[in-house]
């Protein structure tokens, strides 16, 4: 079910609202026979609709704040990665483990990074070797980098020759750093899939094909229209409500 967008959706449940004041206060006059368009109903269903609405923009809230927090703890890590890969860089540490340590961390920060490929081309005059450098740049999905910020930290675990007197940058320190962005990113998930029922049961409550908001509104129009006529006020003020079907 496609989401809705927050401007439209606030709309119709703020012109239901007002469909209701406006309806409730003809009094006896409005006695529609069709169950869901009686007083009542139309009470219940803006209640409703005030309840879905609300649960929405909670979640909304929910889901941004558990973003922007791993989003500024992922930004913070940024600069540990950046500071722990140039004491990699300043260690006593083997060849190959140090360009594999560069490599990763380059990946986790998303930078560009050249990668060398040898093909073996068999002639008559022998084997020749050709090389080629390309620049390769890491996708920057969340989750990409969550993992190669661990395969990062568990190889420097191995490396007995880092021990950089800066605590921050330190192997536990950053193995804390990376259990809090799990964390964080777990906590982000759920308030996504929180989010994501809540627009549901949204959809659901509000433009369901028959019982909607929209329907409603428009057989309430209806009704109206019948009792005091096309160019009564009390019909015209109602067709200033305006109502979208947004799913």
Do not use: C, W
């Amino acid at each position: 079910m496609a989401i809705v967008s927050a401007a439209g959706n606030k709309t119709n449940v703020a012109n239901f609202d007002k469909l209701v004041i406006d309806v409730g206060a003809l009094g006896s006059v409005y006695a529609p026979t069709k169950p869901n368009i009686k007083m009542d109903a139309l009470n219940i269903q803006n209640t409703k609709n005030k309840l879905v609405d609300s649960n929405e923009t909670s979640t909304l809230f929910a889901l941004n704040n558990a973003k922007n927090n791993r989003v500024d703890l992922i930004t913070k890590t940024n600069d540990l990665i950046t500071r722990s890969s140039n004491s990699v860089r300043a260690s006593d540490i083997p060849q190959s483990t140090k360009e594999n340590l560069l490599a990763i961390a380059a990946f986790f920060l998303g930078r560009a990074r050249a990668v060398k490929r040898s093909v073996v081309n068999h002639t008559e005059q022998g084997d020749v070797t050709t090389t080629t450098t390309a620049m390769v740049t890491n996708p920057k999905d969340i989750d990409s980098r969550i993992s190669y910020l661990e395969s990062y930290i568990k190889l420097l675990a191995t490396v007995t020759t880092y021990n950089p007197n800066e605590a921050n940058i330190k192997v536990a320190n950053l193995t804390t750093v990376l259990n809090d962005i799990k964390a964080k990113r777990a906590a982000e998930l759920n308030a996504e899939a929180a989010h994501k029922i809540a627009i549901i049961a949204r959809n659901e409550a509000m433009y369901a094909p028959g019982t909607g908001i929209v329907d409603i509104a428009n057989d309430v129009k209806a009704y109206v229209k019948s009792v005091f006529g096309a160019r009564s006020p009390q019909y015209k003020t109602l067709t200033e409500l305006k109502f979208k079907r947004i799913v």
